[in-house]
């Protein structure tokens, strides 16, 4: 699972997460579609889906 907090894009601050099942299918939950079809235009998933997803940032980002 690798999460991913983007705090500037032109969508403002989101979050999503990459999980990998143990099938090998490479999914991509994410905020809307919108940001799903960004998110999958840099890498390559098997399933992409727009769903709620939530990050919690402490710290310096």
Same mark, same amino acid.
């Given at each position: 699972?690798?999460?991913?907090?983007r705090?500037?894009? #032109?969508? /403002?601050?989101?979050? +999503? =997460?990459?999980?990998?099942?143990?099938?090998?299918? !490479?999914?991509?939950?994410? #905020?809307? /579609?919108?940001?799903? +079809? =960004?998110?999958?235009?840099?890498?390559?998933?098997? !399933?992409?889906?727009?769903? #709620?997803?939530?990050?919690?940032?402490?710290?310096?980002?």
């Amino acid at each position: 699972m690798v999460p991913g907090h983007r705090p500037k894009t #032109p969508f /403002g601050p989101f979050g +999503d =997460v990459m999980p990998e099942g143990a099938d090998g299918q !490479r999914r991509l939950p994410a #905020p809307d /579609g919108r940001i799903a +079809d =960004v998110v999958a235009a840099v890498h390559r998933f098997d !399933r992409v889906r727009g769903v #709620p997803v939530a990050v919690d940032a402490a710290g310096p980002v």
